[in-house]
């Protein structure tokens, strides 16, 4: 089945500074490449997301990208803040339906 | 709206024990997600349900059993739990169609002894 592997498990950057976490999968029929963000004690939800026919997508201060040649993808995100302070799991699907998640990424911003 | 709603949100088991925890959704979504989340694992998929009437394993299945009640329902079953399905799991659904946005419900903490 479909293996994602994420890096790096923990991220710390100072307010204001970017924030990168990649994303390697093993299945070249995979198409859809979500990024879901989880505050502690919360629910993870969607921030931002991508299909195979696209290479690049932003949203305001976060950005995806995907290699589909490298099969890899990653989350960029500027100009942080603390309140961007959380995990972050990305995804990989070849059906839409069954997401195959990595482990996470613990991001921390300090002031 | 609620969205997506859970019950319980915190369950003590002896191992051995049966127990089913509950999701329903108000979102009008034809597909629904079981997910456990274990520490430095991410989220798994144990089953889900693409529309009603259709159930399909996901990527840890076993011990587990699932229903589609209805388009509003999905259950998720322990027949004779175990230490290892100590976990917090969660319940999603989403919309017509694969590549939509999973909307996540809060969680059910569950401890097996």
């Known amino acids: 089945g479909e293996n994602v592997e994420q890096h790096p498990s923990t991220l710390s950057v100072q307010e204001g500074d970017s924030a990168v976490i990649k994303c390697t999968y093993s299945?070249?029929?995979?198409?859809?490449f979500p990024w879901y963000k989880q505050e502690l004690g919360k629910r993870p939800q969607l921030i931002i997301d991508?299909?195979?026919?696209?290479g690049e997508k932003k949203d305001q201060r976060i950005a995806v990208t995907l290699n589909k040649t490298a099969k890899h993808f990653s989350l960029h995100i500027t100009e942080t803040q603390p309140e961007d302070s959380a995990v972050y799991f990305c995804?990989?699907?070849?059906?839409?339906?069954?997401?195959?998640f990595g482990k996470g990424t613990s991001l921390l911003v300090t002031p | 709206n609620a969205g997506v709603t859970q019950t319980p949100k915190f369950q003590v088991l002896k191992t051995g024990q049966s127990m089913t925890l509950q999701c329903a959704q108000d979102?009008?979504?034809?597909?629904m997600y079981w997910y456990r989340q274990d520490p430095g694992m991410g989220l798994r998929l144990i089953y889900y349900?693409?529309?009603?009437?259709?159930?399909d394993k996901g990527e840890v299945p076993n011990g587990y059993n699932v229903s589609r009640l209805n388009k509003r329902e999905f259950s998720l079953r322990l027949e004779s739990a175990a230490p290892s399905q100590t976990s917090v799991y969660f319940c999603?659904?989403?919309?017509?169609?694969?590549?939509?946005?999973?909307?996540f419900g809060p969680g059910t903490r569950l401890t097996v002894t």
């Open positions: 991508i299909r195979s026919n696209v």
């Open positions: 979102m009008n979504h034809n597909s």
């Open positions: 999603a659904s989403s919309g017509t169609g694969g590549q939509n946005e999973q909307y």
């Open positions: 349900s693409a529309s009603e009437g259709t159930t």
């Open positions: 299945d070249s029929a995979s198409n859809y």
């Open positions: 995804a990989a699907s070849i059906s839409g339906y069954a997401l195959n």
